[in-house]
Nanobody
Framework: VQLQASGGGLVQTGGSLRLSCTVSGRTPGYYGIGWFRQAPGKEREGISCINFGDGSTDYSDSAKGRFTISRDNANNIVYLRMSSLESEDTAVYYC?????????????????WGQGTQVTVSS
């Protein structure tokens, strides 16, 4: 499984961005995609995930109400729409894949990782 994250950039406080994670290669029968981020000097944080099978989702407290995860099954793309961005959202954002059912925000469940895309929120 290969993952390609894109869509990062520079945005002003209060603005929005949409990240994309394109999934390619041989995917498991049941799998999900998660979004993680890591800011300088901070630990990696799971912020949202979606299961490709049943569409179930989960969000971290920091993402609830501001971020929306969605999937395009036909094209194997997962989107993360981020709104009301704050400086604390500045980080490198990664997408990752896990096998099986359920939804997980802990990195330990994930088997495949893509490269990151930088999101910078400026005031």
């Amino acid at each position: 499984v290969q993952l390609q994250a894109s869509g990062g950039g520079l945005v002003q406080t209060g603005g929005s961005l949409r990240l994309s994670c394109t999934v390619s290669g041989r995917t498991p029968g049941y799998y999900g995609i998660g979004w993680f981020r890591q800011a300088p000097g901070k630990e990696r944080e799971g912020i949202s995930c979606i299961n490709f099978g049943d569409g179930s989702t989960d969000y971290s407290d920091s993402a609830k109400g501001r971020f929306t995860i969605s999937r395009d099954n036909a094209n194997n793309i997962v989107y993360l729409r981020m709104s009301s961005l704050e400086s604390e959202d500045t980080a490198v954002y990664y997408c990752a894949a896990y096998k099986g059912a359920g939804v997980f925000l802990a990195a330990v469940y994930y088997d495949y990782w893509g490269q990151g895309t930088q999101v910078t929120v400026s005031s």
